[in-house]
């Protein structure tokens, strides 16, 4: 079975970058081209929301707060799905999770009871 496991997450300045990452182990045969690949972002409110998608075929889509700032990305050697966070802001505090699955993602963490899903990582960002 596949595991999802986030790292990267902590403080940060707003106006500043942070990298996470989510390598994927579990399973010796594992490629990105069988799974669609996500970072969702729960914030402290309990709001959800999938921030940036990377589909098998390579197309990326991002919400549209983060749109220009954040750049999702993959390392297939690696097995690790990255999420390059620049000019942070206050509101994209929140827990990050990494998911993956072989079916369309859902739009909401309702996702986490699908596919895979990671432990979380905590980005948190002051003004």
């Known amino acids: 079975e596949v595991q999802l496991v986030e790292s990267g997450g902590g403080s940060v300045q707003a106006g500043g970058s942070l990298r996470l990452s989510c390598t994927a182990s579990g399973a010796s045969d594992f490629t990105f081209d069988d799974y669609e690949m996500a970072w969702y972002r729960q914030n402290p409110g309990n709001e959800c929301e999938l921030v940036a998608t990377i589909h098998r075929d390579g197309r990326i889509d991002y919400i549209h707060s983060v749109q220009g700032r954040f750049t999702i990305s993959r390392d297939y050697d690696k097995k690790t799905l990255y999420l390059q966070m620049s000019r942070v802001k206050v509101e994209d505090t929140a827990m990050y999770y990494c998911?993956?699955?072989?079916?369309?993602?859902?739009?909401?963490?309702?996702?986490?009871?699908?596919?895979?899903w990671g432990q979380g990582a905590q980005v948190t960002v002051s003004s």
């Open positions: 998911a993956a699955d072989s079916t369309p993602l859902y739009a909401g963490c309702a996702q986490r009871d699908f596919g895979y």
